[in-house]
């Protein structure tokens, strides 16, 4: 049903005659009756019926009435919510890969507007955008490679977050390595290769660059935490790709790739139409740099 037709005669109720609503709403009668009538057709019962010179609601029209206080009610919160210069308030569900949570997320969760929260769920971005895609979430923060982009589906827009370099980890006692990034990863071509066990992207890179270099990587050992990596590493499993800002652990070292520098990129994922709602604009606005 129509909302401004219910408003005009939840305005009817109130005020009696079709001249007072046009008086108060500044529209015709004409436009009053029109109006009424159309809204009797959708609603396939007479809501009005004639009181000597005037007109009355019939017990219909009153039940009608009373169902668009209701309806107005809703219909105005609504308005609010999705109104993007209204106070920021509601639920932002958000699935995003564990350092966007813990370097990019939880740092900005403390200035969010107390009538707005978030419910965080960690995941690498294949599944992040599966659930944005199906509208299980409202955000996905995720990553991709300058070596391995992933495309971008139209039906999403994307935010740039940061960007950061990554390096060759090793053992400490490994010998020196220097060059291009594919000079520095072919004096390991005979280790064995340790990559993400969730998502494929570091492992396109690594493979990127091997074939640079002219081998294929040998990868033996899968695994999701960048600690357990390391940890790996320190333990003679392989070496591996890693950012070169993480926290280095004893026994690991780092060979910095240039030529091309492999690059991490983080971005937020919204469906496109939502950046509309007031608390994931506030949100956005927190997360984006500068």
Known sequence: MDVRRLELLLA??????????????????STVSQQIAALAKEAGLPLIEPDGRRVRLTPAGRRLAGHAVDILAAHEAARADLDPSAEPAGTVRIAAFHTAIRDTLLPVVPRLPPAVRVEIQEQEPPDAIALLERDEVDLALTYDY????????????????????????????????????????????????????????????LRTLGALAGFEPRVTQRADSLQLVQEMISAGLGVALMPAAYPKTTGISLRRLRNPEPRMRAVALTRRGRTGWAPLTFLLGLLAPG
């Open 146 to 205: 300058n070596l391995a982009p992933a495309p971008l589906d139209p039906a999403l827009h994307a935010t740039p977050l940061w960007e950061n370099s990554w390096s060759l980890a090793v053992p400490s006692r490994s010998r020196r390595s220097s060059g291009t990034a594919g000079e520095v990863v072919a004096a390991f071509a005979d280790h064995d290769w340790i990559v993400n066990s969730r998502h494929t992207a570091d492992e396109q890179v």
């Open 12 to 29: 009817l109720s109130r005020l009696g005659s079709m001249h007072a609503v046009s008086e108060t709403l500044g529209v015709t009668t």
